[in-house]
């Protein structure tokens, strides 16, 4: 399985920026696709997921009302649309992917920086 993200940059306080991730390697039925963050010095967030079959999504309480995952399955990809953007927002952000049935995320891609002023 390979996970490969884009789509990060800098951005003013209620700015605005979407990321994709390319998924590939398998196909991903019955398996959820995430979005995380990480700030240097704390533990990695769990932003957004999405069920690959229904589309079901939960997102932390942090970025709820502001942020959007979604998936499109012919494409294979995982976009996370970000709105209203905060400096607390500032983080590199990951996407990950697991079976269903997993305990916890499998797959990571390589990470995009988001910046966040204000």
């Known amino acids: 399985v390979q996970l490969q993200a884009s789509g990060g940059g800098a951005v003013q306080a209620g700015g605005s920026l979407r990321l994709s991730c390319a998924a590939s390697?398998?196909?991903?039925?019955?398996?959820?696709m995430a979005w995380f963050r990480q700030v240097p010095g704390k533990e990695r967030e769990e932003v957004a997921t999405?069920?690959?079959?229904?589309?079901?999504?939960n997102y932390a309480d942090s970025v709820k009302g502001r942020f959007t995952i979604s998936r499109d399955k012919a494409k294979n990809t995982v976009d996370l649309q970000m709105n209203t953007l905060k400096p607390e927002d500032t983080a590199v952000y990951y996407c990950?992917?697991?079976?269903?049935?997993?305990?916890?995320?499998?797959?990571w891609g390589q990470g995009t920086q988001v910046t966040v002023s204000s």
């Open positions: 990950a992917t697991k079976s269903s049935a997993a305990a916890q995320f499998m797959y």
């Open positions: 390697g398998r196909t991903f039925t019955n398996w959820n």
């Open positions: 999405i069920t690959w079959n229904w589309g079901t999504v």
